[in-house]
């Protein structure tokens, strides 16, 4: 079992999601089950991506209505990617809000997970190979409300399940060759770093756009979740991390 998680660029267009499935193929042929996080699609512009979603509202406050309105971007995404899969003939099903068991507090727009239910997941692989879940999204024990995990958050969801579910390892595809001494689109004469520990990931994510969001690095780190950060354009080993 390992879990994947494709984040905005990686969703964006269908011809990226056609790499996308062409992974979770892969993964579903070496590890049998494979249990997919997905955001929200694109950047600021696209019509589903986040920012443009919250550019929406006359102002962004943590409340029940943003938390909604963002949370709908990742329901898109998983709706539209288990439809192609569906499609192409893979096995696989979508879980979301209750049923996708990351279960949080109140704290709207950067929630704190209170525990993980992962009955209806668990049912899931009984009958696919593949579980499609909505990044950055939380559902409130209290209310029944969506939260979110704070901007970045699918990094979390991901992390998180591949604690849960005890993965062999978390994979993350993304526009970038895996991480690199410094972030590659504003830097020269970069490299690929092969493997790092948890501590010098955590101390690498200094950038303005944090390679992998801060909280799931150091959820990671804290469980020793084994991650592998990686290309979805190149087929190139990326970055290992682990202790
Ligand atoms: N050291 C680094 N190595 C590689 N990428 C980095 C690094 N620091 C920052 N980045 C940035 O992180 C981005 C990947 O994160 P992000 O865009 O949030 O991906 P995703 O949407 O898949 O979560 C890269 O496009 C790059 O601009
Ligand atoms: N879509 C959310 C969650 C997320 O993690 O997105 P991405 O994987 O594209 O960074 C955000 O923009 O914050």
Redesign the pocket.
Known sequence: MIVQ??????MQNHQNRQLVIQRIQQAINNHQQVLVVV?AMG?RGKPYATDTLLDLLPLNDSSIETDLLSACGELISSAVLTTELKAQGISSTLLYGKSAGIITNDTYGNALIKKVDLSSVNQAFKNFHCVIVPGFQGFSESTHNFTTLGR?G??LTAVVYGYHLNADVVE???????????????SDN?EL?PFMTYKELEE??????????KRAATFAALHQVPLH?RSLYLDSEGTFVSN
Do not use: L
């Open positions: 998680k494709f984040g905005g660029i990686a955001s950047r970045g699918s990094d993350f595809y993304k526009d970038v060759p895996g991480i690199m001494t410094s972030d590659p689109f504003t970069v770093i690498k994510i200094d950038e303005p756009i944090e390679v992998i969001q950060i």
